[in-house]
């Protein structure tokens, strides 16, 4: 009874919840953004790096909050395990690039491939572990076109990123310029490895409101990440540092974003599990 009672206030209270979750979340985008658009061009890389690393630790705690209440119970503990650990080292990441700044004082020229890039993408290892456990989950709801139309998609992306920088990678490569060539490969075959599999398992929650919500931020998120990684990239490569202030836009919306979707995965799928476990030991 109590089961059935909760889910059918939360059935009723869905839509009000959910509109002013949206304004929220976009609310702290245009909020976030504006703070770092409006700053001074002087004070504007700093600025830059502290709303990101804000913003990612709101994502973590979040994440943090959720491994603390659901542990590795049920189908979805481990796969948000990795969710949020991937999470963290985003944040990681972006805390080593604000050391290089504040600290080192690093400021003009970066180092074209630092600790920075190893903890980003071990954060993608994690978000991949994340998703490929959420399509073991729902494997028998897949649909095949849309994994091949996503994979297609994501084959052509990553084809168009190389062609498009082909003489600045061959450039790298034939200077010996090993990590460098490796980490640029990196970021746009990882955002279509992960694509494939959050396209699919976003289509497959798509009826159950639960879940529904916070894969589609999921989903919009890689999509965000995997622009601004484009853009990143390409402005490192073309040596247009100025322009990076403009992507971190991008990133700091991916961060609110997956905040977000875990919020909303908390409030509704982690409470709900936790007053079933209850009930089950009653």
């Given at each position: 009874?109590?089961?059935?009672l909760t889910?059918?206030?939360?059935?009723?209270?869905f839509?009000g919840?959910?509109r002013n979750?949206t304004?929220?979340?976009i609310?702290?985008?245009i909020?976030?953004?504006s703070?770092?658009?409006?700053?001074?061009p002087?004070?504007?890389?700093?600025v830059?790096?502290?709303?990101?690393?804000i913003t990612?630790?709101?994502?973590?705690t979040l994440?943090?909050?959720v491994i603390?209440?659901q542990?590795?119970?049920g189908?979805y503990?481990?796969?948000?395990f990795c969710?949020?650990t991937?999470v963290?080292?985003?944040?990681?990441?972006?805390i080593?690039?604000?050391?290089?700044?504040?600290?080192?004082l690093i400021?003009?020229?970066?180092?074209?491939?630092?600790?920075?890039?190893?903890?980003w993408l071990?954060?993608?290892?994690?978000?991949?572990l994340?998703?490929?456990?959420?399509?073991k989950?729902?494997?028998?709801?897949?649909?095949?076109?849309?994994?091949?139309?996503t994979?297609?998609a994501?084959?052509?992306?990553v084809?168009?990123?190389?062609?498009?920088?082909?003489?600045?990678?061959?450039?790298?490569?034939?200077?010996?310029h090993y990590s460098?060539?490796?980490?640029?490969i990196s970021y746009?075959?990882?955002?279509a490895i992960?694509?494939?599999?959050?396209?699919?398992v976003?289509?497959a929650?798509?009826?159950?409101?639960?879940?529904s919500i916070?894969?589609t931020?999921?989903?919009l998120?890689?999509?965000i990440?995997?622009l601004a990684d484009?853009?990143f990239?390409?402005?490192?490569m073309n040596?247009?540092?100025?322009?990076?202030?403009?992507?971190?836009?991008?990133?700091?919306?991916?961060?609110l974003?997956i905040?977000?979707?875990?919020?909303?995965?908390?409030?509704?799928?982690?409470t709900?599990?936790?007053?079933?476990?209850?009930?089950?030991k009653?």
């Amino acid at each position: 009874m109590t089961i059935y009672l909760t889910r059918a206030r939360d059935n009723k209270h869905f839509k009000g919840h959910l509109r002013n979750f949206t304004v929220i979340l976009i609310g702290s985008i245009i909020v976030s953004v504006s703070l770092v658009i409006l700053s001074n061009p002087e004070n504007r890389k700093a600025v830059d790096l502290i709303v990101l690393d804000i913003t990612g630790a709101i994502a973590v705690t979040l994440g943090l909050i959720v491994i603390y209440r659901q542990k590795f119970h049920g189908p979805y503990g481990k796969p948000f395990f990795c969710l949020s650990t991937g999470v963290l080292f985003l944040l990681a990441g972006d805390i080593t690039v604000s050391y290089y700044y504040f600290i080192l004082l690093i400021k003009d020229v970066p180092p074209l491939v630092s600790f920075a890039d190893v903890l980003w993408l071990v954060g993608y290892v994690f978000f991949a572990l994340h998703l490929f456990m959420m399509l073991k989950i729902v494997e028998k709801k897949i649909n095949t076109a849309v994994v091949v139309g996503t994979s297609v998609a994501s084959a052509i992306f990553v084809a168009y990123t190389i062609t498009t920088h082909v003489p600045l990678i061959s450039s790298e490569f034939a200077h010996q310029h090993y990590s460098v060539f490796a980490v640029n490969i990196s970021y746009p075959v990882a955002d279509a490895i992960l694509i494939i599999p959050a396209v699919a398992v976003l289509v497959a929650h798509r009826s159950d409101f639960e879940h529904s919500i916070p894969m589609t931020l999921a989903s919009l998120s890689l999509l965000i990440n995997a622009l601004a990684d484009y853009g990143f990239v390409n402005d490192v490569m073309n040596d247009n540092t100025g322009n990076k202030w403009i992507w971190d836009l991008f990133f700091i919306s991916d961060f609110l974003i997956i905040a977000a979707a875990l919020y909303w995965y908390n409030r509704y799928y982690v409470t709900r599990s936790l007053i079933d476990r209850k009930d089950i030991k009653l």
